[in-house]
Structures are given as structure tokens and as C-alpha cells.
């Protein structure tokens, strides 16, 4: 199948884009697959291995302790020996309210969902593999940066690129969500590999016009779809791209 | 490892640095191995590198595609049965004895050069831009394909589709429209194998001609884009022969030169066999005896058409067509009445 990697600064929107999409493509509900990285690190790396616990959840829960390792947890399989999968499966706006929030780095594993493009007469799946978001600095926690790490491992073996951006923040310097090095060097990357576009989201806020105009600026020869990932907008092109590059 | 206690541009060059297998390794398909990007992602890991940096350190690594890690032996296990397929489907085609058998040494070379990058061993950069040489309906887009399909699963093509153009969908009618149609046709087959037939007409016209501007275009962008997609250039042997001679550019960078032989009227029978078994269709005694003459008549005019594989299909077709229509007033035809094909239906040839 092929794999279609989200990414983008904490809080640009990722995960509400994934979801919504999904719901936009019909889905009623949605199956995650989380794939968190376990205590046990890679060869060579000086991380405390006790500084995490298998039995945490994937999302720091921005409501309340509802944890989706609950089900089916699958240590061992997914990412070589230091990850583990589980799967939980939940109505689109459950996972809205349980797996998206106005905090940085809401989500903190790989989570992904199959969705269903129609193609022709057939149809055809994509693994659709929301991120942690990836600052511009390094992050003090060890267990962010392992997080993110699991990002960068992920975006190497992936097909397709969607990185979003928030237009309403592009330009503002010092926001988590602002544009910065990260942006440019992603896109630097992706420029080499092709199956990359850039969604300016948040287009429903105030300033995220500009902030549209800011990122084509920036970033020209790439393709910029403006959209909003709250109100489902833009999605259309977003769809036609994806297929475009399966 | 180099150690960085700050962060920074340095610090990622020198971290390469030391991963690198050679200081001359250039970022191509086997000069780095998995282990550089562990490095990569435990520096990051560890806290001294930016995703920003670690994105810049892939950037260097090339574009080389990588099934996801973990998922590896599966992934890998799925590569090994979709090669075999492709194996499978490459031996099933009729004949093309010596096609078959370089497809295999390229194949070798391939993993041997792999598995040597493995070991940190030198490795030699892999060409594998092809050069096809014979007639039409020879089985060169078949081949082709299948190609595109053993490159993807060893690794050595991110998609390994094929697209496939000739010189209209390359060369424009104004200055600079002919690089931009080239341009777009290399942009859809990165990733896979762009397949131009009859490529030598490009060529012709002369000096002149855009057909120059469209070869200068492609082999800009074999430099441009080394390794994201391998060209191969077919057509007719005499032809091909004489453009290469005459290109001394393209003859440079074209390492692997595939001969595609006429069909012989016993393989040319099998493949019209195999046409018609795919279809649920059969010959029966009366109509293969005679396919054969036409094909064996056919042969031995010894026009560019002989051999074809081609014509083979066109005559199958018109006789599945012939044999409905002789058929279609008939109340209840029987299951094997609506399989077989009568001599009446061949026809005389086309
Ligand atoms: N108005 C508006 N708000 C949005 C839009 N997209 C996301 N948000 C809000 O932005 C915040 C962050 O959204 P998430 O989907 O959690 O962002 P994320 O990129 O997954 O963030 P991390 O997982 O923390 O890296 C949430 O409060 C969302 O409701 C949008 O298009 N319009
Ligand atoms: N050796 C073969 N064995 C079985 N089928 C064959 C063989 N060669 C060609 N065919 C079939 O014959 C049909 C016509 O083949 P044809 O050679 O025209 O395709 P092609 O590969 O595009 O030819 P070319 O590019 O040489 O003009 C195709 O359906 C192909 O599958
Ligand atoms: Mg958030
Ligand atoms: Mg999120």
C-alpha cells in the first residue's frame, strides 16, 4: 500500500486534517493504527530506557485519561523492536475531541489510517500516517524527541508528502506554528523526491490570507493548496493531488 | 561519531563525513547504508541535531526510496514474492531466449552491487539506461515493463511505471516548447522508465530539427536526475545502429544494448496460443494449421513486419470478431462452440 505521510511545526493542524479527510472520503469512522516508539531505544542512543512505559498513551489526552492502548495492543510488531502498534477505533468526532488540541505535540507517535480513493471504476487505499510535529530547535524531552524521530524515520519510507503549514502563523516570529527552518528544509527534501505538496491551513482564520501569499513566496515551484482543515476546505484539490501521485 | 555539543551546519557535515563509506562515496544508490541514517536519527535522538539539520543530512543521503523500517521483513518478503512474479512473468513470455538472459545478469548485478554496499565495499555507480534494438511488435514494451516492475522491488526504482513516448509527444513546433514537452514527460516517469520508440527519428532532420533539443533535454536531465529514472531508447536495429553512431552523447550513457530477434513462426504460434488461452478462446486443428502458413508465408517475406508479434494479435483479434459474427444467429451455442476458432475465422491473413 502505498504511504502518505503528514507533517509539519506542533500544532499546524496535522491531525485534524488527517481526520476530517478521512470524513470527507465518506469514512463514518476511523481506525487508527498508533505506532509508538517503547522505552527500549536504538543501539547507541543515550536515552533512559526507563524514562517511558509501554503502557502510556500514544496522545498526551487533551481531555481526560482515556487511553487508546486500551485495545488491542500489539507490542512488537510495527517499527523494528522499538516501536508497538495498537489499534483503536473511533466515531471521526470522538477522535477530533480525544486526538486534536491547541497544545504542541498533542500527538506523540505515528497514527495512521487506511482511506478508501475512488479511481476510476476501482478504488484505491492509502495509508494515510498523521506525525508528531517537528520544531525548529531541539526539544529538551527525551521522549518528544524520539517522537519526532519516529517522524524523520517515517517520512524516508513514505510515497507521498502533504506538509502543512499554518497560514494564519506563517509570518509570525516566535509562534511554535510560524514558518521556520524545518519548513525549508523538508521542502528542500521533498523538492529531490517528487509526491510533495504544501497545505496552507487555517484558512478560515483572520491573516491566514497573507499568510497563503507568505508560503507561495516562499516556497516557489512547489504546489501550495490552501485549505482548511476545520472546515473541510480545500479538500477537493488536496484528493485530486493524492490520487494524482498513487 | 563526531560529537557536536552545539548544534550546527558544521556539525551535520562533519557527522556525515564520518558516516559516509568513502570520502569520495557520492550520494548515489549505494553509498549510504540504513546504518548511516540509525546514525542520523540516534544523533537526533540524543539531542544534537535539529529535525532541520536531520532533514538537511537525508537531503545529502539522495533521494533513495526505503521501505519503512520494521515493517522490513515484511516488506521485504512482499518485494521477494512480487520479483518473483515479475520472474515469472518474464519467463512465461515466448522465446526471446537472450532477452531473458541479460534481464537476469542485470538483475544480478543489481544485487551483487547491494549487497557489496552492505559490506562497505567499492561499489560501481549503476547505469541502467538501455538502449532496444528490433522491429516492432517484438516484445520491446513488454519487456520493458517487466523491467520497471524487478527495478522496484530490488529497490532501484521508487515506482518502476513505465512511460512510454515517441517523438510527437516530445518535440514541439517553437524554440523552448520541445524542452518544455520533454521536461514534462521526464517528470512523470521519475520514480520509473521512460520509453521512447522509435527514438532514432529524433535525430532526424538534422541540426535543424527540434528532435536535437529534445535529446539535448534528456540527457541534461539523466545528470539532473541520476537515478530517478532510467531511459531506454528503442526502435529499429539499423536505425538505432546509425544514431548512436552519430550521437557520440548518447552512446556514452546508454551501457546496456538489448537485441530483440524476430519471432520464428513455431514461437509466433505459442504466443498467438497464449493470446487466445488468456482470452478463453482456442484453435482448433484446421485453424492452427493454418495460422501457421500464413505466419510461416508471412516470415519469409522477410519485411519489417516478420516476426511480429503484433500481427500475430491483430490476426486473433479480427478472428474473435469473425468467429461472433458467426456465431450470432446461432440459438444455443455450445460452451466449446463460443471457445473455438474455426479456419474460417483466420481468414486469409490481414
Ligand atoms: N480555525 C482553525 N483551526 C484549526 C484548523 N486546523 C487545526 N485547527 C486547530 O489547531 C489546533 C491544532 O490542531 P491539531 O490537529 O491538533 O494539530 P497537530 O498539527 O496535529 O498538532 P500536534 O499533534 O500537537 O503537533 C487545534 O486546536 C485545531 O482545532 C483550521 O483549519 N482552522
Ligand atoms: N514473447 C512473447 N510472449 C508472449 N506474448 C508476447 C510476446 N511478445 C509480445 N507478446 C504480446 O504481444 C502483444 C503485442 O506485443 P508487442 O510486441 O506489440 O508489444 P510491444 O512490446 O509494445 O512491442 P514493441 O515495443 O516491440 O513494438 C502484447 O500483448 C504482448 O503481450
Ligand atoms: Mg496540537
Ligand atoms: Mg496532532
Redesign the pocket.
Known sequence: MRRCIVLGKPNAGKTLFVLHFAEFLHAKEVTIKFQEPVAAPRKGTGVDPEARTGSAACSLDPVSGSDPGAHGRNPGAGFGPSTSEHFKTYKIQDAVRDLTGPRPHTTRCLQSVVLELPAGKGKKTVELIDTSGLTDGIHQDAEIRRAMSQTLSSVRAAHIILHIIDASKAGKKGAVEAMGDVDYQVAAFAQMRGGYCILANKIDLPGARDGVKKIRDEFPGHIVIPISALYKEGFKEVKAFVLREL | MTNCAKPSANCAKRLVNSMSVSNDAKPGVNSYSLRDIDAVLSAFEEGRLTPAQAFSLFREMGPQFEAPPGQGQDAESSNASRLREALNELDS????HSVKRLVREILAFVQIQKKRARQQLATEHLVLHMIFK?N???????VARIMGKIFRETGVLERGHLIEVERADLVGEYIGHTAQKTREQIRKALGGILFI?EAYSLARGGEKDFGKEAIDTLVKSMEDYRDRFILIL?GYSEEMNYFIQTNPGIRSRFPIHID?PDYLPDELIQ?AE?MLKKREYKLDPWARNHLYTILTKHASNLDHNAGN??FV?NIIERAIRRQAVRLVDKENPTREELMLIRREDIGEGL
Open positions: 513470455l515466448i522465446g526471446l528490433g516492432p511488435g517484438t516484445g520491446k514494451t513488454t520508440d528503442a530483440f504466443i497464449l508479434a503484433r494479435r
